[in-house]
């Protein structure tokens, strides 16, 4: 009974879903002195983290709190 939750999870995460990125050459230079530099073996786990990364930061970021207030300003006439 677990090996079946096992595999149905493991569907649930399977990445069906295609993103094509296009790199100038600079870009894709930079890329490649980055992965042979830091020892990264699998490019497309990289770029995934990374851009995974920075969707959450910016989710964080913009994600209203309960206790958000405006800042004043200098310029404020109330």
């Known amino acids: 009974m677990e090996k079946r939750r096992a595999i149905h999870k493991?569907?649930?995460l399977r990445r069906t879903?295609?993103?094509s990125l296009l790199l100038n050459d600079r870009e894709m230079r930079a890329v490649e002195?980055?992965?042979n530099r830091y020892r990264v073996k699998n490019k497309s786990?990289?770029?995934r983290a990374t851009v995974?990364?920075?969707i959450i930061k910016r989710f964080d970021e913009e994600h209203p709190t309960l206790w958000e207030e405006n800042i004043?300003?200098?310029f404020d006439k109330t």
């Open 72 to 74: 004043p300003t200098l």
């Open 10 to 12: 493991e569907d649930t």
């Open 45 to 47: 786990e990289f770029v």
């Open 52 to 54: 995974m990364k920075e």
């Open 17 to 19: 879903n295609k993103l």
């Open 33 to 35: 002195i980055y992965c």
